[in-house]
């Protein structure tokens, strides 16, 4: 039976283009600087982003925490939302590794309170610990993926730079914002001075991340990279296919959107708990099955024998999240299969 997979939009399939990209792709020893796809990939990235330098690593996660052991001091602390990836979903590499503390604050559709987080910033003192990171994530919440304007990443860039604190963006999303606000990545980013952006979601590629900043911080973000076990050899293979995810899958990302909008939709016409449609900004549909008689463990179990799989993140919530390998129909394959479910 085929299974429809919206549990997250890293279960995607490389595209015939990246599996032939992959295959072609000219290689070389990258810890040397000799790989010519990845430094293609690297050179496109800082482009199209409009930075001095970007950097290819691993996994989403590797770049947050590069990010943060690049950007900061042992024991200091990072301002952050208490819903973002770094804070929940990083195996607790923010003590681990980087050895800093974590400031979670709360949001508000996914942007701080500004005179919350101006007192949040510490004040110099021998007992206190020093503010030595804000971080942001745009898309916010990957169980809601909010989109945060323009205005307010740059708000929150004056506010960083007036108290000498430095700002990274976990972009992980960041294609899905600038799709949303219709304007450019690297005017959406353009006050924000150090990010990551995931090749892995929406995009589809098989593997990797790129942080973007300024040539110093790449500079020490590639020796952090090593260190950590980071460096790879022949990436270029991957790096082939990452660059064909860039050119050739940022734009379809409108239609994972869109899909997104017909799924929510078609759920609040069943019953209108089970989704906040303000809330269905971009790909990702947070599912609340409080108000009705199953639960979302229940939920899941029956769309699986259905041939529809979904995340539980929750008792009462599960995630869905469209992308390339979820077609239109399959959008209404799902709606009709959950009509029956809630009907019975
Ligand atoms: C917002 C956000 N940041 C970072 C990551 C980490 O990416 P990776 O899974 O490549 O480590 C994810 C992954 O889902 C994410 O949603």
Same mark, same amino acid.
């Given at each position: 039976?085929?299974?429809?997979?919206?549990?997250?939009?890293?279960?995607?399939?490389?595209?015939?283009?990246?599996?032939?990209?992959?295959?072609?792709?000219?290689?070389?020893?990258?810890?040397?600087?000799?790989?010519?796809?990845?430094?293609?990939?690297?050179?496109?990235?800082?482009?199209?982003?409009?930075?001095?330098?970007?950097?290819?690593?691993?996994?989403?996660?590797?770049?947050?925490?590069?990010?943060?052991?690049?950007?900061?001091?042992?024991?200091?602390?990072?301002?952050?939302?208490?819903?973002?990836?770094?804070?929940?979903?990083?195996?607790?590499?923010?003590?681990?590794?980087?050895?800093?503390?974590?400031?979670?604050?709360?949001?508000?559709?996914?942007?701080?309170?500004?005179?919350?987080?101006?007192?949040?910033?510490?004040?110099?003192?021998?007992?206190?610990?020093?503010?030595?990171?804000?971080?942001?994530?745009?898309?916010?919440?990957?169980?809601?993926?909010?989109?945060?304007?323009?205005?307010?990443?740059?708000?929150?860039?004056?506010?960083?730079?007036?108290?000498?604190?430095?700002?990274?963006?976990?972009?992980?999303?960041?294609?899905?914002?600038?799709?949303?606000?219709?304007?450019?990545?690297?005017?959406?980013?353009?006050?924000?001075?150090?990010?990551?952006?995931?090749?892995?979601?929406?995009?589809?590629?098989?593997?990797?991340?790129?942080?973007?900043?300024? !040539?110093?911080? $790449?500079?020490?973000?590639?020796?952090? %990279? /090593?260190? #950590? =076990?980071? &460096?790879? *050899?022949?990436?270029?293979?991957?790096?082939?296919?990452?660059?064909?995810?860039?050119?050739?899958?940022?734009?379809?990302?409108?239609?994972?959107?869109?899909?997104?909008?017909?799924?929510?939709?078609?759920?609040?016409?069943?019953?209108?708990?089970?989704?906040?449609?303000?809330?269905?900004?971009?790909?990702?549909?947070?599912?609340?099955?409080? !108000?009705?008689? $199953?639960?979302?463990?229940?939920?899941? %179990? /029956?769309? #699986? =024998?259905? &041939?529809? *799989?979904?995340?539980?993140?929750?008792?009462?919530?599960?995630?869905?999240?469209?992308?390339?390998?979820?077609?239109?129909?399959?959008?209404?394959?799902?709606?009709?299969?959950?009509?029956?479910?809630?009907?019975?």
């Amino acid at each position: 039976m085929k299974v429809i997979d919206f549990r997250s939009d890293t279960v995607t399939q490389p595209t015939e283009n990246m599996r032939l990209a992959m295959f072609n792709a000219e290689v070389g020893d990258d810890i040397l600087g000799e790989d010519q796809s990845v430094i293609r990939l690297e050179e496109y990235s800082a482009k199209l982003f409009d930075k001095e330098a970007a950097l290819f690593v691993l996994s989403g996660t590797m770049a947050n925490q590069i990010a943060v052991m690049t950007l900061t001091n042992r024991g200091e602390e990072v301002i952050l939302s208490k819903n973002s990836h770094l804070f929940n979903l990083e195996g607790g590499a923010l003590a681990a590794l980087s050895q800093v503390q974590a400031h979670p604050l709360n949001t508000k559709q996914g942007q701080f309170d500004l005179d919350e987080l101006i007192s949040c910033i510490r004040k110099k003192g021998v007992q206190n610990p020093k503010t030595g990171l804000i971080a942001l994530e745009n898309t916010y919440d990957l169980n809601r993926g909010l989109v945060l304007s323009k205005e307010y990443l740059d708000e929150v860039a004056l506010l960083a730079n007036d108290n000498g604190v430095s700002l990274y963006l976990d972009g992980a999303r960041i294609f899905s914002a600038s799709i949303e606000l219709n304007i450019s990545v690297a005017t959406l980013v353009e006050n924000i001075d150090t990010m990551q952006f995931c090749l892995t979601k929406g995009l589809a590629a098989p593997m990797g991340s790129i942080l973007l900043g300024s !040539k110093e911080f $790449i500079e020490k973000a590639r020796w952090i %990279r /090593q260190r #950590l =076990g980071g &460096g790879m *050899r022949q990436a270029g293979h991957m790096a082939a296919a990452a660059l064909i995810a860039l050119l050739e899958m940022r734009e379809r990302i409108k239609e994972d959107h869109l899909n997104a909008k017909i799924l929510a939709q078609g759920l609040y016409k069943i019953d209108s708990s089970l989704v906040d449609l303000n809330q269905v900004q971009t790909n990702i549909i947070k599912v609340c099955l409080k !108000k009705t008689s $199953i639960d979302a463990r229940e939920f899941a %179990r /029956q769309l #699986l =024998g259905l &041939g529809i *799989r979904v995340k539980v993140i929750g008792e009462h919530n599960c995630r869905m999240i469209t992308h390339v390998d979820t077609s239109k129909d399959d959008i209404h394959f799902a709606i009709k299969q959950i009509k029956i479910i809630m009907e019975q």
